[in-house]
């Protein structure tokens, strides 16, 4: 049976402009070019229903590129650009090309530019979740249920988390740690919760399997493995195995990433898996599934998963897992089939009396990369039948993030042949498409026929993604020569979120939208359909300065919710077209210390949601001491004890007051890394891939004694980062390049941020930095860029508000945003957020020069200046506040216990007037919660 209710998609084929260079690069095809003048008259036809970004610049393979391809000697070694890795030994096949391998410079195509979000300043960011543990980190998705105001977390490192969304109280449900394979991009990947969860208090939880090898290598062998844990009241009561019961029952993972995982809950109640091809993500060579010298490990994949090791071609098999969209019956994790009686509509390639747990049976789709993200549509109307449509989040390889929209049973989204809009050029270009190498395991088709990307260009119909973005701007060059871009006015690099907006409390022109998120760019954008699955216009939403990695629907607000990996924080997007209170962020440069203890308070951060002007920010230092009217003030505490600081901050409609928490008298520590440097974030160590180990020594001083110490190192891999790739707590280790994760990426552009994070006896912590970078490199400096709101009229105490968005590097390389405001307040490197967006308030009238610093992670820095000048404000000409603390006395009095990032609404001065009937959606904002600083993370 098929879902009759779902719509016709349309092929890549459909969408392609170019079958004439196609037909001519295979000879196989050349009967295409009979048909030509056919497909021109149908090009307009066509060109009405593709999406504005297929229209795309395409460039021949340049000079160097082709010059690698003459490279046919058996004793000729390829080698990665910079001459230290050789990428294919001595090898009868051409060298592939490399991105490295081009003059640069692309061309950009005549798509729509996205249209920009009108509403912004309805928009507020509010936080759930408090009094959390350094635990809570690391985090890879979340699943609201539907009925019991609960929201279930997953970290990477194997931990499931309760959170109450009437509390906001955080728990720790299930610890699996110890069967978690948790180094790469693998570890927790997926959390989903059953449909209405009072009734169905069913958790699922997808994670990759410990290694099968011995010791866990980063390239490893391994699987996907999907537990259902019962819920008794917030407690788990059971734990059932569905998917990866043995590692022949999933998908064969033969390196260190692409091991998808996503889950969502089908309308049907059926629930729908994603599974990544476990491949190499090489770009110098396409994994086909043969031997490697660089991956010994993962180049026993046959051994392991006999008949499957295939490389990236697994994802057009339908005899494994490997690549797939799967579906299942969540309570036993068969196929669902015939004889089903639970289910009306049934998997495409069931047949009679099969097993239901073979990889046809469960198939539903097919043709994925790495499928890290997943959301089912919600239903148009009620005559819709079975288990709906999955939107896919693949991340791509070369150029293209994709959008793949699933609307009928048995579709092929042709990875790794296709890509985006276009075949992939790595794989369509690839020597080991060569039938005559024996040496290599194919797909085969249903009459024995070997697969390969000439055979699934000819043969097989794929479908085009409903929606996709590039990696790439006018300015930088694409993979394989290809060298295009698209006209949409932004870029990305990783897919990490899709769900859908169906709610009423977002302008109408939001509804029904779907929203998607990129985990390196660090955005949210929508883009409309046509109401059949189809794209129809892209539009902005909400630039980011940390990493994303989930979005999701919250039943009780409907608001869209998104999941901040490194800082471990979950966010909500709340609108409301009414007078709001300002958003508060409080910050210190010290929190302990001896006495006396100077303290240099501050407010950057703060905004108010519709661009109100503030009418004052006032602090009371908790110390007996009178209040300072003043955003950034300095307090010296000159006895010993715990403090309250609480700053309030008035709009002239709210009040939102926050808390800091200053203790004096003990000692803190200061953490030292002697090795591999200096400790400090610009400091650079250089090393050798040929370099087997590096020393890290570690000590401290100040605090009270013993000290404990935590070694967190993330890859950093172009423009984002790879959650602990290695962590250690040992004060003084030795490890290999290859403990640190770089036997992942070998030929990569990637170096190390490593992190030491000290903690005393007292609990009080220390942090420290430094960066390990590889030999042979060369780095183009970012490209700073700055503006500012307002742009004139600014008073002392006013939020400024400052957007680097603009800032780009030519490399695709994280950059560090370092700011220096001009009196004497500096903005410095955080790993939790890329301070790309900030907010800071002058105390005192001039004209101050603003610099920005930026810095790519290979150690290369340009700077950008502005001159702001402010005039006198409310810190010159305070208002009269005895009225505001009598009436903020005469209120129940808050607990000195409050936690540091907890916010209160707080009366209003009284030359200004309440606004009344407020909604709930003020008193979630006004319990808003600072990011957590913990120091854990992905990807």
């Known amino acids: 049976e098929t879902n009759a209710s779902q719509s016709t998609p349309l092929s890549h084929k459909q969408y392609y402009f170019t079958p004439i260079s196609y037909a001519k690069k295979y000879s196989n095809m050349r009967r295409i070019s009979i048909f030509l003048a056919v497909f021109f008259l149908l090009a307009a036809v066509w060109a009405k229903n593709e999406p504005q970004t297929d229209r795309i610049a395409v460039e021949p393979l340049s000079p160097q590129c082709l010059a690698r391809q003459v490279n046919t000697l058996e004793t000729t070694t390829c080698y990665q650009w910079n001459n230290q890795v050789p990428i294919n030994g001595p090898s009868p096949y051409p060298c592939p090309c490399l991105d490295n391998d081009k003059d640069g410079g692309c061309f950009p195509g005549t798509g729509e530019v996205e249209k920009p979000n009108e509403f912004t300043l309805g928009f507020t960011d509010y936080t759930i979740g408090k009094d959390s543990t350094d635990e809570f980190s690391s985090l890879t998705a979340m699943a609201f249920t539907d009925n019991t105001n609960e929201i279930y977390v997953l970290s990477k490192a194997g931990l499931v988390f309760r959170v109450d969304t009437n509390t906001e109280k955080i728990t720790k449900f299930h610890d699996f740690s110890d069967q978690v394979h948790n180094f790469g991009d693998y570890g927790g990947l997926s959390i989903e919760v059953h449909t209405d969860f009072k009734t169905n208090p069913f958790v699922y939880v997808s994670y990759v399997n410990g290694s099968l090898v011995e010791g866990n290598d980063i390239n490893t062998l391994s699987f996907v493995k999907v537990l259902r844990l019962t819920s008794n009241n917030g407690v788990l009561s059971e734990q059932k195995i569905i998917l990866g019961q043995t590692s022949l029952d999933s998908n ?59 490389g990236a071609m697994k994802a057009q098999s339908l005899d494994t897992l490997g690549g797939k969209l799967i579906r299942i019956d969540p309570e036993t994790g068969n196929g669902i089939c015939s004889g ?37 549509r919600p239903k148009q109307d009620n005559s819709e039948t079975g288990p709906g449509v999955p939107y896919v989040g693949d991340v791509g390889l070369g150029s293209f993030e994709e959008i793949n929209a699933v609307t009928q049973s048995g579709q092929n989204f042709g990875w790794p042949c296709w890509e985006g809009p276009l075949p992939m050029g790595g794989y369509k270009d690839s020597p080991l498409n060569d039938l005559a190498n024996t040496t290599i395991v194919r797909p085969k088709d249903e009459q024995g026929n070997l697969i390969n990307c000439p055979y699934v260009y000819k043969n097989v119909v794929t479908q085009h993604p409903i929606y996709y973005w590039s990696r790439y701007t006018h300015d930088m060059g694409g993979l394989y020569g290809e060298q295009y871009v698209l006209g949409a006015g932004f870029t990305g690099n990783c897919v990490s979120g899709v769900t859908f907006y169906t709610g009423d409390k977002y302008p109408p022109s939001f509804k029904n939208q779907v929203f998607f998120a990129d985990y390196g760019t660090q955005w949210i954008k929508s883009f409309s359909t046509d109401g059949v699955d189809q794209f129809k216009s892209q539009f902005q939403f909400k630039d980011l300065s940390v990493p994303v990695v989930d979005l999701e629907i919250n039943p009780k607000t409907g608001d869209v919710c998104y999941l901040e990996l490194l800082g471990g924080v979950i966010h909500c997007l709340g609108y409301t077209n009414a007078a709001q209170p300002p958003f508060v962020v409080a910050g210190t440069n010290v929190t302990g210390g001896e006495a006396p203890l100077y303290v240099k308070f501050n407010l950057d951060g703060t905004y108010d949601p519709r661009a109100n002007p503030t009418k004052f920010a006032v602090w009371n230092f908790g110390d007996g001491t009178p209040y300072v009217v003043d955003p950034n003030p300095t307090h010296v505490y000159n006895a010993s004890g715990t403090y309250t600081a609480t700053v309030y901050v008035n709009n002239g409609n709210f009040t939102t007051s926050k808390t800091v928490t200053i203790k004096v008298g003990d000692p803190v520590p200061t953490a030292i890394m002697t090795a591999p440097a200096a400790g400090n974030v610009d400091s650079f160590t250089f090393f050798n891939y040929k370099q087997e180990d590096l020393t890290f020594d570690a000590s401290a001083t100040g605090g009270t004694a013993p000290y404990t110490y935590y070694w967190d190192v993330y890859m950093v891999h172009t423009n984002h980062y790879h959650p602990q790739s290695s962590t250690n707590t040992n004060p003084n280790f030795v490890a290999s390049l290859n403990d640190l994760g770089a036997a992942s990426h070998i030929g990569e552009r990637i170096n190390f941020l490593v992190i030491l994070k000290v903690t005393d006896a007292k609990g009080y912590t220390s942090q420290t930095y430094s960066r390990l970078n590889v030999d042979g490199w060369t780095s183009n400096a970012p490209k700073p860029s700055f503006v500012y709101s307002p742009d004139t009229g600014i008073s002392a105490g006013q939020p400024v508000s400052f957007d680097a968005s603009k800032t780009v590097d030519f490399d695709l390389d994280t950059i560090t945003y370092v700011w220096d405001f001009g009196d004497g307040s500096v903005i410095s490197f955080d790993p939790q957020q890329n301070n790309r967006f900030i907010t800071h308030s002058y105390s005192q009238p001039g004209t101050y020069n603003v610099k920005l610093t930026t810095y790519d992670n290979w ?40 936690p540091i990032d907890q916010a209160s609404t707080a009366p209003v001065i009284p030359v200004t007037t309440q606004m009344s009937g407020s909604s709930s959606l003020y008193t979630s904002i006004s319990l808003i919660v600072s990011i957590a600083v913990s120091m854990v993370v992905l990807l």
């Open 252 to 310: 064969p993972l033969c390196s260190s990433s692409h091991a998808g995982g996503a889950l969502a809950m089908g309308h049907d109640g059926s629930l729908f898996i994603t599974l990544g091809e476990g491949s190499h993500f090489d770009t110098d060579v396409m994994d086909f599934g043969q031997y490697q010298d660089r991956y010994p490990v993962s180049s026993r994949c046959g051994e392991f998963f006999p008949g499957q090791n295939m």
């Open 340 to 376: 089903n009686a639970k289910f009306s509509v049934y998997n495409p390639y069931c047949t009679p009396n099969m097993d239901l747990r073979s990889p046809r049976a469960r198939i539903w789709a097919l043709g994925f990369r790495n499928p890290f993200s997943m959301n089912v």
């Open 859 to 898: 150690g290369v820095d340009a700077e950008a200046t502005s001159v702001i000048t402010v005039s006198a404000g409310y810190v010159q000409n305070p208002p009269d506040l005895t009225k505001f603390f009598e009436d903020l006395a005469a209120q129940p009095s808050t607990s000195s216990s409050t």
